[in-house]
């Protein structure tokens, strides 16, 4: 099962330094996403990331980055989404859905797709889930056309759930990190995601 972080959407204090670890400790993939930064904001944080680790990295949006740095794909938000079609050389290339119909519409230009909320947010105050157990455990069981990847609410005592519904992956932010976090919080974190998910790739 593929875990993705997600990155909190302010600027974190030593966030370049807390990225690293968290590559260090096998962290696979991390979504640099900053939805009030510009291109050139989000470059700087790439600039303070060890370059070896970047071909981790999806970044959200900005696709120009892509010419300048080693990175893993792009992820494209709603307001980027008409961009899909763009074609790129090597990266990956994902987008969120928010609804099951919606995941035929993209599948063709996307390697995986997130699908949110899928329970109720931990970083987004009153931001409910949009699915019952039932309709997932439905709609999953059926062949779908590219990864999907759970978002919203998946705390570690939701990675079982996750595991169960046969999603492809889990991504995670609030129950990764928050303003407040310490290094050693969020390592902390990751560590627990990642005995989860080790446990649910042995069932």
Same mark, same amino acid.
């Given at each position: 099962?593929?875990?993705?972080?997600?990155?909190?959407? +302010?600027?974190?204090?030593?966030?370049?330094?807390?990225?690293?670890?968290?590559?260090?400790?096998?962290?696979?993939?991390?979504?640099?996403?900053?939805?009030?930064?510009?291109?050139?904001?989000?470059?700087?944080?790439?600039?303070?990331?060890?370059?070896?680790?970047?071909?981790?990295?999806?970044?959200?949006?900005?696709?120009?980055?892509?010419?300048?740095?080693?990175?893993?794909?792009?992820?494209?938000?709603?307001?980027?989404?008409?961009?899909?079609?763009?074609?790129?050389?090597?990266?990956?290339?994902?987008?969120?859905?928010?609804?099951?119909?919606?995941?035929?519409?993209?599948?063709?230009?996307?390697?995986?797709?997130?699908?949110?909320?899928?329970?109720?947010?931990?970083?987004?105050?009153?931001?409910?889930?949009?699915?019952?157990?039932? +309709?997932?455990?439905?709609?999953?069981?059926?062949?779908?056309?590219?990864?999907?990847?759970?978002?919203?609410?998946?705390?570690?005592?939701?990675?079982?759930?996750?595991?169960?519904?046969?999603?492809?992956?889990?991504?995670?932010?609030?129950?990764?990190?928050?303003?407040?976090?310490?290094?050693?919080?969020?390592?902390?974190?990751?560590?627990?995601?990642?005995?989860?998910?080790?446990?649910?790739?042995?069932?």
């Amino acid at each position: 099962m593929q875990f993705i972080a997600i990155t909190y959407p +302010e600027k974190l204090k030593n966030e370049g330094e807390i990225i690293d670890t968290l590559f260090r400790e096998d962290l696979p993939c991390l979504h640099l996403r900053k939805p009030g930064m510009n291109a050139q904001a989000i470059a700087s944080l790439l600039n303070v990331i060890d370059n070896k680790f970047h071909h981790r990295i999806v970044v959200n949006d900005h696709i120009e980055l892509a010419d300048h740095y080693d990175i893993k794909g792009i992820h494209f938000s709603g307001r980027t989404r008409h961009l899909l079609a763009t074609p790129f050389n090597g990266i990956s290339k994902s987008c969120s859905c928010h609804s099951f119909s919606e995941i035929p519409e993209v599948s063709a230009f996307c390697d995986y797709v997130f699908l949110s909320p899928v329970f109720n947010s931990i970083s987004k105050n009153g931001y409910q889930s949009a699915f019952n157990y039932g +309709e997932l455990k439905n709609q999953l069981s059926k062949p779908h056309p590219t990864d999907i990847i759970a978002l919203g609410g998946i705390s570690t005592d939701k990675i079982s759930q996750v595991c169960e519904l046969k999603f492809d992956g889990a991504a995670i932010l609030g129950g990764l990190w928050n303003e407040k976090s310490t290094m050693n919080e969020v390592v902390s974190n990751y560590n627990i995601y990642k005995k989860q998910l080790e446990q649910c790739d042995l069932m």
